[in-house]
C-alpha cells in the first residue's frame, strides 16, 4: 500500500482495537484498520476507515455488545 504521507510504497494495514469515551460511554472497536509506513512511521486512519467509526457510535446501541472488560493503571 502507498502511504498518504510519504508515498512510500511501505505503508501496511494493521488491525487495531480503539477505545472512544470513558466511563459509562465507554466503547471499544476492534479490528480497526490503521495504515502504518515503516519508511516515515506516520500511522493514520483511512476517511473510510473514520466514516466507519462514526457510523458505529451512532449505532452502537444496535452494534455494540456488552462484554465485562479488565481495567487497570499504568504506574
Known sequence: MVCDICGSKDALVRKVTRSYGKG????????????????????????????????????????AHQRPVAVASFG
Open 24 to 63: 459509562r460511554k465507554l466503547l471499544v472497536i476492534e479490528n480497526v484498520p490503521v495504515v502504518t509506513c515503516s519508511s516515515c512511521g506516520e500511522s493514520y486512519l483511512t476517511a473510510d476507515a473514520l466514516h466507519e467509526i462514526e457510523r458505529i457510535k451512532l449505532q452502537r446501541k444496535r452494534l
